[in-house]
């Protein structure tokens, strides 16, 4: 039997960042989040890609880097929230799908958006103005392209064989009329971990985006919506604080010079604008039973970014999420690998 509410999943994300100059130790301590993610029963592990460094690093190339973690795993979903579709050729980023789809057993989620940074679109010979239309006109080609469609010429069509993306493509977006867009195409929605550019609450601003999605699909399938929240338990909120305030603080910062946030934030009004959860896994569970979005959401999905917590420290985070707050909001491990995208 169905049930009424169904079950839904729990997921992390990593941006790839660490302390120092060590990048490789920075992957590697990456791809061991992915194996522990595994083995504590998380649904979906994530990306982010960034051309571009951002404070401890970055990853610009999200596909290497997920077939590596195929290879480590054994049941997890592997998807980027998200690739910056317009500096991609969507033929060759299909292709990249479609090998990493097939070495691990079809647990691909591809999650794509626009970007924003100038100089990632000046490296690669794109105009940042033309940023949405690009979106649309590559994910239409990357759609055909993962549905096993001839693109660009009479008798090509990508290989390996794609498997069936129709529950698998979401977009990330920041407005109304980009969620109703997304419905439009059939995309599931990826929702940031903060909304930039408003004063109010990321999650009041974030909710009306949710129902005009629901409100514009019109797919047989169920809707899909994914919330990526900033979550960070410890101990108590005082280890918390040690671990994640000043990284938080330094990137609203960084944020306000940007325009995105109000210059000179405060440490708690940082947080508050990063709409973090953060402290004893009891808070994290009472702050998140009051999030707006999520009673819509079908995919929580947990990160420490804008943060870069020591590495034992994110292993111990994901170890409550999973042990303790997850399950506090109806979460269960699957018991067997969900390979359909359901």
């Known amino acids: 039997m169905t049930p009424l509410t169904p079950r839904f999943r729990l997921g992390f994300l990593t941006h790839v960042q660490g302390r120092g100059d060590d990048q490789a130790r920075t992957y590697r301590n990456a791809q061991e989040l992915f194996v522990v993610a595994d083995e504590l029963g998380f649904d979906t592990g994530w990306v982010a890609q960034h051309h571009v460094p951002a404070g401890g690093g970055g ?51 591809i999650g794509v958006g626009s970007g924003y940074n100038d100089t990632e679109y000046a490296a690669f010979g794109q105009d940042v103005a033309r940023k949405r239309e690009l979106t649309s006109e590559k994910l239409s080609v990357l759609r055909r392209a993962l549905a096993d469609e001839e693109v660009r010429t009479p008798g090509f069509r990508i290989q390996p064989t794609p498997g069936d993306f129709t529950d698998r493509i979401w977009q990330g977006v920041f407005s109304d009329p980009g969620a109703r867009h997304a419905a439009g195409g059939g995309s599931n929605l990826l929702l940031n971990r903060a909304a930039y550019g408003f004063d109010a609450p990321t999650d009041e601003v974030q909710r ?55 210059k000179d934030l405060s440490v708690d009004e940082a947080l508050r604008r990063f709409h973090s959860f953060y402290g004893h896994p009891d808070e994290i569970t009472a702050a998140l039973r009051e999030e707006r979005v999520l009673p819509v959401a079908t995919d929580l999905i947990t990160q420490f970014n804008p943060a870069v917590p ?33």
């Open 59 to 109: 990853l610009s190339s999200p596909w290497t880097f997920l077939a590596h973690a195929a290879a480590r795993t054994k049941r997890i979903r592997l998807g980027t929230a998200i690739t910056v579709l317009p500096l991609e050729d969507p033929v060759r980023l299909a292709e990249d799908i479609a090998v990493v789809d097939t070495l691990s057993g079809g647990r691909v989620e």
């Open 208 to 262: 009306p985006w949710a129902d005009a999605f629901l409100d514009a699909w019109e797919r047989p399938r169920r809707p899909r919506i994914g919330l990526s929240r900033f979550v960070f338990p410890a101990k108590d909120r005082r280890t918390a604080l040690q671990q994640i305030g000043d990284d938080v603080h330094r990137a609203a910062l960084r944020h306000g010079e940007s325009g995105a946030f109000p």
């Open 310 to 342: 020591d590495h034992d420290a994110a292993i111990r985070a994901l170890e409550l999420i999973a042990t303790e707050v997850a399950p506090a909001l109806g979460w269960k491990p699957a018991t067997v690998p969900d390979l359909a995208g359901a």
